[in-house]
């Protein structure tokens, strides 16, 4: 039962140009969302987050959009540099239950950006 | 500030062992999660601590265990080692519970052989 769900494994995109990396979640109990980048053998480091109590959070150049009703949000960085590239798991917490205190991730998605 | 100090960086342990891994979290941050990360199964939560308590438990075996001391640093403990417990174990850290950002160590490499 994966709650949080990346559906691209990888994304590929030219230095200047628009990221837009998806996430789906299916748990109506998350409502805060946070996006991590992170490189093979290290941990992951926190980008940008969001409640869901908004619907957009900018921090430079990455954008957190949330739609709520379509339990989805995308992480959108402009403009995409190459030491961008590397792996990006969206995750989500709640309030409630056995969600409280913990992250649930999803499995990624490889974002190369090509001189 | 400090961030999220793992120790150590690499383990390599035979099968049946146990192993103890170390985190410290961010100077003023409370809760401490533990988190596996392997090919096949991504990140998963493991627990987390808050004022020495565990708060919160993902779905691993007994062999899975922690503690938090007074001072908010974090110890997890696997016993009798297996080979499918070869991951790279992260701890995160967060100011306090709920819904605030959590930061990541480099995480402690487990090999098991």
């Known amino acids: 039962d994966q709650q949080v769900k990346q559906n691209s494994p990888s994304l590929s995109v030219q230095e200047g140009r628009i990221s837009i990396l998806n996430c789906d979640y299916t748990?109506?109990?998350?409502?805060?969302f946070l996006w991590y980048k992170k490189y093979p053998a290290e941990g992951p480091t926190f980008l940008i987050s969001?409640?869901?109590?908004?619907d957009k959070n900018e921090d430079g150049r990455f954008t957190v959009f949330l739609n709520k009703s379509a339990k989805h949000l995308s992480l959108h960085i402009v403009p995409s540099q190459p030491g961008d590239s590397a792996v990006y798991f969206c995750?989500?917490?709640?309030?409630?239950?056995?969600?409280?205190?913990?992250?649930?991730f999803g499995q990624g998605t490889i974002l190369t950006v090509h001189p | 500030k400090a961030g999220v100090t793992q120790t150590p960086r690499y383990l390599i342990k035979t099968r049946g062992q146990q192993v103890t891994l170390s985190c410290s979290p961010i100077?003023?941050?409370?809760?401490v999660s533990w988190y596996q990360q392997t090919p096949g199964q991504g990140l998963q939560f493991l627990f987390e601590?808050?004022?020495?308590?565990?708060?919160n438990k993902g779905n691993f075996p007994g062999r899975f265990s922690g503690r938090q001391f007074s001072n908010s640093r974090s110890e997890m403990n696997v016993s009798t080692l297996e080979l499918g417990d070869s991951a790279l174990y992260l701890c995160?850290?967060?100011?306090?519970?709920?819904?605030?950002?959590?930061?990541f160590g480099q995480g402690t490499r487990l090999t098991v052989v």
């Open positions: 995750a989500a917490s709640g309030v409630g239950g056995t969600s409280y205190g913990k992250l649930t």
């Open positions: 100077s003023g941050h409370r809760s």
């Open positions: 601590y808050f004022s020495e308590t565990q708060r």
């Open positions: 995160a850290s967060t100011q306090d519970r709920g819904n605030t950002e959590a930061f």
């Open positions: 748990n109506s109990m998350f409502d805060y």
């Open positions: 969001i409640s869901s109590i908004k």
